[in-house]
C-alpha cells in the first residue's frame, strides 16, 4: 500500500484520442499520459496492462494491442481500437487505468464485469459499421480515406467526395474511378518547416498547378488565405486534401498535432514527407523531456510516406535512418557529408550543396541545378539555414514529381518578403539600415540566423529578444545567451504578453536579463521594450547607416511588417 504523499502526487493529465499514425504506433487508438514517480511505474504499467488487455478481451476487442510508453516522470498508456469508437475506448483506457490506481492504493478493484456490460453499451451507441466498410472498400480501390468526428472524405483533392458521418452511402454507391489522388507532402521538423512548404508552393505555382498548404500561419488554396491561424494539425491537412480546387497538398505537420491526435492521414498515404532538422524545443510538454524523446516524435512523419527526405547534417536524423523502411533521400550542405557519399554509392538520391551550387544526384548521375545567389532567399549564401531549405524543397518537389523547370523557377522567383514569406528573414532597408524580421525561438534557429547576419558585416548589430512562457527557464536562457555568443551590440528584451501562458508580465525578460549579465553582458547594452512595435521602434531610434537590425517577431507581426513597411516607401 502505497502513502498518502505517492498517492497524491500521482496523477493523470490528459486522455485523448488518437486518429491517425502516433507516437505510440500506427494505428488509432486511446491514449492516456500520467504523472507518476519512477518507482511506482512499472507496478503500475504492469497493472494497466493487465486491466487493459482483460476489458479489450471482454468487450471482444481482442485482436487490439496494448502500448506504452515511459518518460522521466511519467507514462503514456494506450491501445489500438476501431476508428468508430474511439470515444468509447478512451473511456475504458482510463477505467483500465484506475485498476492501476486502486491497485497501487490498496483499495477495491473495480469490477470487470459491470465495466464489460457498461462498455458494450456504448460501443454499440458510437459504431458505425457503415464508416469501417467504406474504410475497407477504399483501401482496397486505393483511394484516400479521411474520418473526423463530422466527416469522412474518400479521394484528395479535385477527386475528393465528402459526406456528413451520418450520412454516408454504401461503398456501391460509389464512383471509384473518379476518386483518385493527387500528389502530397508532409512537411515537418523543428525549424525552417514554414519556409520550406511557401518555397514548395511556389514551385508548384510555376508549374501552373493550384496548391493547397497546411501550415502554423494559415490554409491557403492558390493564391487565397481560405483561414488563418495554427493549422499545422490534422484537421488542417484534412481541410485541404477535401478541397475540389486542390492539384497538390503541401501539409506542414507540427510536433503538437503528432502528439495530440497523430497524423492527419494513414501510413503511406502521402507520396513524400520530410524532416527538416530536430533540435531542443517545446521541451516538457506532452511528456517530451529531451531531444532524444522528441526526435523520436518527429520521426512518427515517417508511417505516412511512400519515401522520406532526411537531413544527414542532424545528428538526430541520422541516428534515426534505421526505424526508416521505405527509400530515403537526403539532402546536406556538405558534399563530402559520409552518409550522403555511401547513399550515392548504392544508387541513392541526394539534394547537395558543392562548390556554391546546388546539385541533384540520382542513379549514379550528379546534375548542377543553379547558383546558390540565383536564389535570393539564401542572401547570397549568408543564409545558410534557407539554403538547406532550399535543398529539402528540391528534394521533396522531386519527389511529388514537379518538373525540372518548375522546380528552379519556383527557387528563382521566391523572396524573402512580406509577401512570399511573412515573418521569414523579410529584408527591409530604411535609411542605410537594414532590418530582418523573423520568426527565430528556438537556440537552433536563432543561431543560424546571427551566423547569417554575422556574415553580412555589419557596423552595428542589434537583436530583439523574447520567448512564449511556456518553455522552461532554461531554455528561456539559452536563447538569451545563444543570441549574445555573437556578440550583438545592443539586445532589446521585449515582453510577449499574448504568449505569457502562466507567466506573468516581465518575468521572461527578467529570466533573459539575469542570463545575459551572468555572461558578461554590459547592462548598458540591454534595453527593455513593452511590447514587439515598442521594441522595433526602439531599435529604429539607436541604429544608424550600416547597422543589421534583426527583430524576432512574433506576437505582434503584422503591426511591425506594415511600420517598416510605411518607413521603406
Known sequence: ???????????????????????????????????????????????????????????????????????????????????????????????????????????????????????????????????????????????????????????????????????????????????????????????????????????????????????????????????KGDWAGPGGARTILRDNRVDVALLETARGGMLRRGLGIGAGEADVVLLTNIAEDHLGEWGIQDLAMLADTKFVIRHAGRCIVLNADNQQSVERQHLVHTPITWFSLDAQNLVVKEHLAQGGCAALLDTNSLWWCENHERQRLLAVDEIPITLNGAARHNTANALAAIAVAKGLGLDHESILNGLRSFRSDATDNPGRLNIFDINGVKILVDFAHNPHGLDALMTMAKAMQPKRLLVTLGHAGDRQDDAICEVALTAWRHGPDRVILKEQERDLRGRSLGEVPQIMKSALLAAGAPESAIDYAADEIEAAKQALAWAKPGDLLLLLTLSHREEVLRLLTKLST
Not at 493529465?13 to 511505474?41: F, K, Y
Not at 466527416?151 to 465528402?162: D, K, L, Q, Y
Not at 523543428?190 to 514551385?203: A, E, H, P, Q
Not at 508548384?204 to 493550384?210: E, F, N, S, Y
Request: aromatic share 6%.
Open 1 to 227: 500500500m502505497v502513502t498518502e504523499k505517492n498517492s497524491a502526487t500521482r496523477a493523470m493529465r490528459d486522455s485523448r484520442r488518437l486518429t491517425g499514425p502516433n507516437i505510440l504506433g500506427e494505428r488509432p487508438g486511446p491514449v492516456i499520459d500520467i504523472a507518476i514517480q519512477d518507482q511506482q511505474a512499472e507496478i503500475a504499467l504492469a497493472a494497466w496492462k493487465s486491466a487493459a488487455e482483460s476489458l479489450l478481451e471482454a468487450v471482444g476487442w481482442g485482436s487490439e494491442s496494448t502500448v506504452a510508453r515511459r518518460f522521466p516522470g511519467g507514462l503514456s498508456l494506450g491501445f489500438s481500437a476501431p476508428m468508430d469508437a474511439l470515444y468509447a475506448a478512451c473511456e475504458m483506457n482510463e477505467w483500465a487505468w484506475s485498476v492501476a490506481e486502486a491497485q497501487l492504493d490498496g483499495n477495491t478493484l473495480p469490477s470487470l464485469e459491470a465495466a464489460t456490460a457498461h462498455f458494450q453499451t456504448e460501443i454499440r451507441a458510437e459504431s458505425n459499421p457503415l464508416l469501417l466498410r467504406l474504410q475497407v472498400a477504399a483501401q482496397k480501390h486505393g483511394a484516400l480515406f479521411l474520418c473526423c468526428d463530422d466527416f469522412v472524405s474518400i479521394g484528395a483533392g479535385r477527386h475528393a467526395e465528402t459526406w456528413p458521418v451520418k450520412s454516408l452511402p454504401e461503398a456501391g454507391e460509389i464512383d471509384w474511378d473518379q476518386r483518385e489522388r493527387i500528389p502530397i507532402a508532409m512537411i515537418t521538423g523543428t525549424n525552417g518547416k514554414t519556409t520550406t512548404v511557401r518555397l514548395l508552393r511556389s514551385m508548384v505555382k510555376a508549374q501552373g498547378k493550384v496548391a493547397g498548404m497546411s501550415s502554423t500561419d494559415w490554409l491557403m488554396v492558390g493564391d487565397e488565405i481560405i483561414d
